[in-house]
């Protein structure tokens, strides 16, 4: 047994997996929504509330820890940690409270591991993934089964909640701003506009998008999920029948109540951007590339 914490923007996650035949299968996921891109000032420090937040969360990761004892437990950060200028001071603290390890993966290694983690279940050799998460945004474009370039970019639901949204769910115009921010990050990324077929989606946000979809248009296409144009759809649900959206979101993802939609904005942003006509998600992810990442690591130390 593996024990894997990621320690998000928006949610910390503890994952169990066994390891069978070299691929990797859950056995407990343990989410806590600790929100840590909140807790950023405007000197861009992670507050010392923030740290103390990600530490009692790590604590209670600790308690089932004690209890099913995990070969090895591994712990990375991403936008979390990665984005704030007291990097090292939350790193040291979290060693000190917890005695853990945290590797903060830079965003183009978060990118690759996406790709590595899902790479088993996607459907085709080529096409354009993407990682929405709290506080950042990831691209790989794939070709033949290989990565081929990749990209972070700093926006991720809940840093763009925080700054353009004043109460839980963003009006029409908030959306727009949101919006308007993804399109100008992505027309200045370092990152070749190419149509994509089919857009495949990691993370919470796009598998929730899936259960948002399905829940308004009366489907059951799970993970497998829907047009990209049906995103237009969805917000202008917001304006033209707001409570049936938000009750939506309640019955799918009350926890990303205020985050889903400009989750959601993101994700439109990049469909326009290249081109995707289909959408669909992966169960897969950075947790499970980073799990065999560590274990290649470990293998070829032995």
Known sequence: MYAVIDIGSNTMRL???RVVDGEPRQMLNSKQAA???GYVDKEQRLSPKGIQKAIEVLRRFQLILDSVVPRKTFVFATASLR???NTQEVV???RKACGLEVRVLTGQEEALLDYSGTLRALHTQNGLLVDIGGGSTELVRFRDGKAQCACSLPMGSLNMYT???RDVVPTTQELKEIT??????LQDADFPVEKSAVLYGVGGTCRASCALSDE???EQSGYAGYPCKRLKKIRRMLKEDRKRLISAIIKTAPDRLHTLLPGLAILEAVAARYGCASFS???YGVREGYLLHMLEGETEHE
């Open 281 to 283: 998600a992966s169960p």
């Open 163 to 165: 700054r353009y949204v």
């Open 216 to 218: 308004l248009f009366d």
């Open 35 to 37: 929100g840590l891109a």
């Open 92 to 94: 040291q603290d979290i």
């Open 180 to 185: 308007h921010h993804a399109c100008a990050l």
């Open 15 to 17: 994952v169990l997996y």
């Open 83 to 85: 984005n704030v200028v």
